[in-house]
């Protein structure tokens, strides 16, 4: 069976620090990965998205980068964090020919002081 | 731009009653999924129920039902016989299916079952 790893739980981290948030995805390959931010009491606000190795795809301009160094493997960095990344980060995968649905990590509360 | 509502913020029910959670969507597309995701408070999301726009039969996934009314762009949850572990926050969200990197998703209702 598939299972997504995402770590760590909880993440507390000072203004101007870097940020490497880890998704790994078993169980299946050429997945689509994708990472999510829940704002608080909110809806998920797509970040970015991942058809392949390399391949990354942006949907909102920020202070965030995505990469794929492998096929099952999705990270998301910072160079230097803001106030305003505080969140919760979801990462997700999908089945190319899975009808959309989408399976989702446990996520990661990010503060940001 | 497609776009998903919630209009309750929050809803409570009794347990072992029937609660209805509200969605509507606007597409100019004709060939979509919709899904309903729930978020307990351990926020682990966790996918519901989903919907082929396709299909005009109403998904059910044991005590969870939909209501789809494709030309109304109503997408509802029904709950039957509610129990206190359906407690948590429920995303309706929207996906074109020729875009599946494109899954939208609504503001969410918070359901509390009571006992």
């Known amino acids: 069976s598939q299972t997504i790893h995402q770590w760590p739980a909880t993440l507390v981290q000072p203004v101007g620090s870097p940020l490497s948030l880890e998704c790994t995805v078993e169980?299946?390959?050429?997945?689509?990965l994708y990472w999510y931010r829940q704002a608080a009491g909110r809806g998920l606000q797509l970040l970015f998205y991942?058809?392949?190795?390399?391949?990354i795809s942006s949907e909102v301009p920020q202070n965030l980068s995505a990469s794929r160094p492998q096929d099952r493997q999705f990270i998301l960095s910072s160079k230097k964090l803001l106030l305003s990344d505080s969140g919760f980060y979801l990462c997700?995968?999908?089945?190319?020919?899975?009808?959309?649905?989408?399976?989702f990590g446990s996520g990661t509360q990010l503060s940001v002081l | 731009a497609q776009t998903v509502t919630q209009s309750q913020p929050e809803m409570s029910v009794q347990e072992a009653e029937t609660v209805t959670l509200s969605c509507t969507y606007d597409?100019?597309?004709?060939?979509?999924?919709l899904f309903w995701y729930k978020q307990p408070p351990s926020r682990q999301m966790i996918l519901v129920i989903r919907q082929e726009a396709y299909k005009q039969q109403n998904a059910t996934e044991n005590r969870f039902s939909v209501n789809f009314q494709k030309a109304a762009k109503s997408f509802s949850l029904k709950i039957s016989d509610s129990q206190l572990g359906d407690t948590a926050m429920y995303f309706c969200a929207f996906m074109i299916r020729r875009r599946n990197n494109d899954m939208r998703f609504g503001a969410g209702t918070r359901l509390t079952v009571k006992p």
């Open positions: 169980g299946t390959s050429n997945p689509n």
């Open positions: 991942s058809v392949g190795i390399g391949q």
């Open positions: 597409t100019s597309e004709n060939n979509y999924y």
């Open positions: 997700a995968w999908s089945a190319r020919t899975g009808g959309g649905k989408l399976f």
